[in-house]
C-alpha cells in the first residue's frame, strides 16, 4: 500500500518561495502519477499541478502557472512543488495524492477530479504573510 507524506511547509512572506516535499513509502513511486492539491481555510479543496508517472508531462491550474513548478525523482520516491513568487492567497494545507494505472505513464491526470486519486497524503500547511 502507497502511503505519502507531506514536508515543507511553513512561513514565508509575500513574493517568497517554498519547495514542499511529497516522499512515499511501500511502493516505487514510478508506477504512479502524483498531484498536489490544497485546501485553503473556509474554503473547498482545489488543484494545483499533477504529473505524469514517467514525470515527463505536467498539468498546472492556472492560478499557478509560470509561478509553481512540479517535478518528480522516482530515485527518491519523491514529487516536488516549487513555489515562486507566493501570494497571501496561496495561503492553504497543501496535500500531495496519488495516481495508479498505465494510463497515468504518459499523461498528468486532471486535477479537478479527486477520484481519480488512490493514496492521499495528511497535508502541510502554508502560510503566506507578512
Known amino acids: 500500500q502507497l502511503q505519502v507524506v507531506e514536508s515543507g511547509g511553513g512561513l514565508v512572506q509575500p513574493g517568497g518561495s517554498l519547495r514542499l516535499s511529497c516522499t512515499a513509502s511501500?511502493?516505487?513511486?514510478?508506477?504512479?502519477?502524483l498531484a498536489w492539491f490544497r485546501q485553503a481555510p473556509g474554503k473547498g479543496r482545489e488543484g494545483v499541478s499533477s504529473?505524469?508517472?514517467?514525470?515527463?508531462?505536467?498539468h498546472y491550474a492556472n492560478f499557478v502557472k509560470g509561478r509553481f513548478t512540479i517535478s518528480k525523482d522516482n530515485a527518491e520516491n519523491t514529487v516536488y512543488l516549487q513555489m515562486n513568487s507566493l501570494k497571501p492567497e496561496d495561503t492553504a494545507v497543501y496535500s500531495c495524492?496519488?495516481?495508479?494505472?498505465?494510463?497515468?505513464?504518459?499523461?498528468?491526470?486532471?486535477?479537478?477530479?479527486?477520484?481519480?486519486?488512490?493514496?492521499w497524503g495528511q497535508g502541510t500547511p502554508v502560510t503566506v504573510s507578512s
Open positions: 495524492a496519488a495516481a495508479s494505472g498505465s494510463r497515468w505513464y504518459y499523461a498528468p491526470p486532471s486535477v479537478t477530479d479527486a477520484s481519480l486519486y488512490d493514496s
Open positions: 511501500g511502493v516505487s513511486l514510478d508506477q504512479y502519477a
Open positions: 504529473i505524469s508517472s514517467r514525470g515527463g508531462s505536467t
